[in-house]
């Protein structure tokens, strides 16, 4: 223990050696980190917060980080972090008020959904709105039971990190998810970019296109994708007479 610390100094346990306008600074200080913070996290967006609302998982780490030094290091006065902990769930409290009252500071603070999908395809401007990769999209979208994009009428990032999705009324042919290309042991896909009825779909966001964009070369309009596979009509959904059905 060190020398120059005398146990239970009630004056070094609640004030320290601060003068008393060192908590107009503490409040000062608190401000600009919970804003920055606050900042932060919006930024980086959903992804990893799951469950927790932004203003939620900011409340943790500042109340875990006001309570943890507190209680270890001794030149921490206790007022001083009791001080912190107030103010920062008053302004949590006062967000939450917000939130709840005005639909703008919801979406200043907690942000908006985002389309991932819509009729059957990857959304590209998704991938850089929340800085996701494709593969992570299709992975989101096989937890929640999606194995082909021609079930989805649309598909949303919710600004908490949950995925809503929305079905179509009937399924259509479209990218299969099933398997995905990285999948160990899996059966290797076959090598048929075309239907019967000449329409073939973009590996990456499932954009349908007829066939002579392979015989141009061209690529995906909606994600300068170059690779193509046939469209799969979903599992339990019927094809349409001379439908999608892949060439051999």
Sequence with gaps: MDPQV???????????????????EILFRTLLIYVYALLMI????GRGVAQLSMVEFLLVI????????AMFYPDVPLLAAIAVITIVVGLNKILDRLIVRFDRAKRIIDGRPVALVLDG??????LSH??????EIKAMLRLAGIANLGELRAAYLEAGGGLSVFRRASAQPGLSLLPPDHLVNAD???DKPLAMDGQTCCCLCGALSG????????????????????????EGAAPAPGGAKPME
């Excluded at 009630?10 to 908590?23: A, E, K, N, T, V």
């Design 42 to 45: 919006r930024w980086i967006g």
């Design 211 to 234: 066939a002579q964009i392979i015989a141009t070369r061209a690529p995906c309009p909606e994600c300068g994708g170059r690779a193509w596979l046939a469209p799969e009509w979903p």
């Design 130 to 135: 929340r800085d996701l990769g494709v593969s």
């Design 188 to 190: 290797p896909l076959p």
């Design 62 to 69: 500042a109340l875990g980080s006001a309570v943890g030094d």
């Design 6 to 24: 005398i146990p239970f100094d009630l004056s070094r346990m609640f004030l320290g050696d601060h003068p008393p306008l060192f908590y107009a």
């Design 121 to 126: 395809r990857i959304l590209p401007g998704a």
